[in-house]
């Protein structure tokens, strides 16, 4: 393979993945999921938009400073002060990159209300200022996919010329399919002068289920930079996920002949962390991640993966990071025995980390005869998620419930250190509960998603619950898992309340809702 095979991957999950709505990260995650991504190959990360907000600055500053091998790159308007900014921001990398783009569609030239020449001035001048600033910048023409080509073509030509070392083709609105992603690739590389000096990146919304194909075709017809999130995270329908193109290629290398830099053992790993981060659970029957994506439930299949896994597997589990199953642990595992089943689960937990895990994993083999790996998975991301020192923390809870209403329920909640103590009642256990926390931190957060999922099969199963606040336009999620159900959602709310309050001090109302237009100055 040369270096004409490789496909460059560039993961956006902080910044495309990241816009939609609820996904919001704290500034911690993000650099955590930043670091995961680096260590795990990732050529690019697009951290964030950093004139879109103080956090976002702050985070891709941050993530700029640690980043290892990988490329940090922001993402910047047509406009000096975005770009400014923008370099501001990567400028600490290693290998720092501005990203700029610009809505050229019909529909979005009219916004602006910029003429094509107008447009093509504005391009000129702002690619020009990118490149003076930075020798990595990438340019794109928003909704390419939907702009006349002559006008792609002129267009892409100039921001060449301009300087630009990256050309992005985006189908904003996930509109195109696999032959016209191939051909408008071809085309730019046969009519526009100076195509052959740059890389063209494919970049696809799922919104008709096609990003992975639509990328992969780009690939085919030339294009060597996929731009992906985790999980398929994005606005809509989401960004193409790095997993499914990454396997395509891995799995089809016959035909589809190109490397990338990813260790795909990690990609198992990455993507339960951004399920938990993002509050985005992962559907079941999701390609490559999806809790379902190995399980061979229907007898006929079991019997042939028995005699021979390849009968229905076209990869390995291990290949991304899924250890084969085993034998779960019990009341009577021991650290040394947690800490290897941790290890081979992709979570290298510190000694006092591994002592807290230990003490709750005591305590749910007590509860539950058998410890299963998602049992384990949710425990730790529990673990990450609720940290000790909250500001709000649950205490105690008891609930009475059943068919005579109204449910009861009685909570100790310690708030800022200090133990309070209520009852109330509520339509239903969970109402009762949440009412509690209510009455006891009062706040004007509406609940807008509140999801339970069962980790494993049973009725000892431990809850996942997941909840998403909106409260003056500022969205968090929580989440946490528990054998009893009401535990884990209350915990969840507390969770989400917590991560509220801080969201509350770094932002004013309304602030850290990314309002920002992408047509905006
Ligand atoms: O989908 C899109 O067009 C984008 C651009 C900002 C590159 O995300
Ligand atoms: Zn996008």
């Not at 690619?127 to 390419?144: E, G, I, K």
């Not at 305590?363 to 529990?382: G, M, N, P, T």
């Not at 009861?408 to 103590?421: N, P, S």
């Not at 309050?501 to 850290?512: F, H, L, S, V, Y």
């Amino acid at each position: 393979m040369t270096q004409q095979d490789k496909v460059v991957i560039f993961d956006t999950t902080l910044r495309d993945g990241e816009q939609s709505p609820g996904a919001t990260m704290t500034h911690e995650e993000k650099l955590e999921i930043a670091g995961l991504l680096d260590d795990m190959g990732v050529d690019i990360i697009e951290a964030g938009f950093p004139i879109a907000s103080e956090g976002d600055f702050a985070a891709v500053s941050e993530i700029s400073k640690r980043a290892k091998t990988s490329t940090i790159c922001g993402l910047a308007r047509a406009n000096f002060k975005d770009i400014d900014r923008c370099w501001e921001a990567v400028r600490h990398a290693k290998s720092p990159r501005i990203h700029t783009f610009i809505g050229t569609s019909p529909l979005h030239r009219a916004i602006p209300n910029l003429d094509m020449d107008q447009m093509a001035e504005r391009i000129h001048e702002t690619v020009t200022h990118a490149r003076n600033l930075c020798d990595n910048v990438q340019w794109s023409p928003m909704d390419a996919t939907r702009t006349e080509h002559d006008y792609l073509c002129r267009v892409v030509e100039i921001a060449i010329k301009a300087g630009a070392t990256t050309i992005n083709i985006p189908d904003t609105v996930g509109y195109t399919y696999p032959m016209e992603s191939a051909k408008i690739i071809r085309m730019l590389l046969e009519r526009v002068p100076g195509a052959d000096s740059i890389i063209f990146a494919t970049h696809c919304h799922n919104d008709l289920g096609m990003a992975t194909a639509n990328s992969l075709a780009a690939v085919e017809a030339g294009a060597r930079q996929i731009e992906c999130t985790i999980n398929g995270l994005g606005e809509r329908a989401g960004n193409t996920a790095l997993e499914e193109v990454v396997m395509a290629m891995k799995v089809r290398n016959d035909i589809l002949p190109f490397r990338t830099g990813i260790d795909t053992t990690k990609i198992m790993g990455l993507s339960r962390r951004v399920a938990t981060v993002s509050g985005f659970a992962v559907q079941f029957n999701k390609a490559i991640v999806g809790k379902n994506a190995f399980a061979h439930e229907s007898g006929i299949h079991q019997d042939g993966m028995l005699k021979n896994r390849e009968t229905f597997e076209v990869m390995r589990p291990e290949d991304v990071g899924l250890t084969g199953t085993s034998l779960p642990l019990g009341k009577h595992s021991g650290r040394a025995a947690l800490r290897a089943k941790l290890k081979e689960l992709g979570f290298d937990l510190a000694d006092n980390q591994l002592n807290d895990v230990f003490v709750r994993f005591k305590a749910l083999a007590d509860r539950k005869k058998e410890v299963y790996d998602d049992d384990l998975i949710a425990l730790v991301s529990d673990e990450q998620t609720n940290d000790a020192h909250e500001f709000l923390q649950l205490k105690k809870l008891r609930v009475i419930c059943g068919t005579e209403g109204p449910q009861e329920a009685e909570m100790v909640l310690t708030i800022d250190g200090k133990d309070h103590h209520i009852d109330a009642t509520g339509d239903g256990p969970v109402d009762a509960a949440f009412m509690c926390v209510k009455m006891l931190f009062p706040h004007k957060a509406r609940l807008q998603v509140y999801q339970v999922h069962a980790v494993t099969e049973g009725t000892d199963a431990q809850a996942t619950v997941s909840v998403r606040l909106e409260e003056d336009g500022r969205i968090v999620t929580g989440s946490s898992a528990d054998t009893d159900t009401i535990v884990a959602s209350t915990k969840a709310y507390i969770n989400a309340l917590n991560r509220l309050i801080i969201r509350r001090q770094k932002t004013a109302p309304g602030e850290d809702v990314k309002t920002v237009s992408y047509h905006g100055e």
